[in-house]
Nanobody
Framework: QVQLVESGGRLVQPGGSLRLSCQTS????????MGWFRQAPGKERMFVAA????????YYANSVKGRFTISRDNAKNTVYLDMNKLEPGDTAVYLC????????????????????????WGQGTQVTVSS
């Protein structure tokens, strides 16, 4: 069974930086797209970033473009989200997710997967941006 475990979330001041990590286990996900989402209290889960299996294709929400970077190290079964110039509006639980059925293994991404295409999810890590 696939497991995704996020880490790296904490309290950070506005303008600061954080690196989130998502460690996968139970199944080799190196051939599948992965993404990051976030969910603030009382709000819907929102797309943040996605990566093709190779990392060559990346997609971002407009609200984080230019500030966040998704990357992956398939040898370490880990996906990262580097977040810079953090704003209070970035406060949320950040979750990583994988697409293991809707898109074939080792396929290029032509667009960011839809949220319903993600079929494996982590529990999330809290990021709080506040002074």
């Amino acid at each position: 069974q696939v497991q995704l475990v996020e880490s790296g979330g904490r309290l950070v001041q506005p303008g600061g930086s954080l690196r989130l990590s998502c460690q996968t286990s139970g199944r080799d996900l190196s051939g599948y797209p992965m993404g990051w989402f976030r969910q603030a209290p009382g709000k819907e889960r929102m797309f943040v970033a996605a990566s093709s299996w190779s990392g060559a294709g990346t997609y971002y929400a407009n609200s984080v473009k230019g500030r966040f970077t998704i990357s992956r190290d398939n040898a370490k079964n880990t996906v990262y989200l580097d977040m810079n110039k953090l704003e209070p509006g970035d406060t949320a639980v950040y979750l990583c997710a994988a697409v293991t059925r809707a898109i074939g293994e080792y396929q290029p991404l032509r667009q960011a997967p839809e949220i319903h295409e993600y079929d494996a999810w982590g529990q999330g890590t809290q990021v709080t941006v506040s002074s």
